[in-house]
């Protein structure tokens, strides 16, 4: 895998640990897993297990048409999601033009181009253009963005569709597990922003899980 320019700490064991951690571990192919593996090497922010177990199971719960994720890396996730539910569509952002690349070779060596529209570009400009409503959205961007996207988001989530916001709880640093640092302060105040706005936002009933860095789900009433 080529080399990429994005300071992250290595993710394969997990961006946070939750006692329900070692029970969580995703049923993923060899395929999908030497992705993931070689994502870690690369220090590439590809879900930890809980997450991706997580993703899989409602996923397949749900049984989707349409998912739309903002954030794509290299695919991981967008792969599980496309293996969970043999009828859905991917619609997926991502503005590294580097990891956009290596998602769409990830897809076709996966064999799900057919079932993917990837777009390379700014999650808060593409979501402006997107027509339809989605059955499922992952939000896995930049975080500081969660709260500007929402409305956008809401309109284009169908009646009982289900919205998962991934790392709401950065490291522990929004729960007061870990004192934030000076220069992660901003970014805490804009996810508990978020978190704030659709756990008392009238139109979706939303749930703040424990698991991976923390995912909030939420359903649009």
Sequence with gaps: ??????AHKNTAEGERQTKTARFNKPRISEEIQSI?????????????????NFLCTVIGALQPERILELGTAVGVSGSAMLKSCK???????????NFYKKAVENFEKLGL???????????????????????FIFLDC????????????KTLLKPCGVL??????????????????????????????????????????TTVLDIGNGVAMSVKL
């Design 36 to 52: 993931r593996r070689d994502a870690f090497k690369a220090e590439i922010p590809v879900s930890d297990d809980e997450t991706l």
């Design 164 to 205: 998962v916001a991934d790392d709401v709880l950065l490291f522990g640093y929004v729960t007061g597990e870990t004192e934030v640092p000076k220069k992660r302060k901003m970014l805490v105040e804009h996810v508990k922003e978020y978190l704030e706005a659709v756990t008392h936002d009238e139109e979706l009933s």
């Design 1 to 6: 895998m080529q080399n990429f320019n994005y």
């Design 87 to 97: 009828r859905a569509h991917l619609t997926t952002v991502e503005r590294d033009e």
């Design 142 to 153: 930049a975080k500081v963005q969660y709260i500007k996207y929402l409305p956008r988001l």
């Design 113 to 135: 181009s057919d079932r993917v529209t990837a777009v390379s570009g700014d999650a808060g400009e593409v979501i402006e253009r997107l027509d339809g409503k989605f059955d």
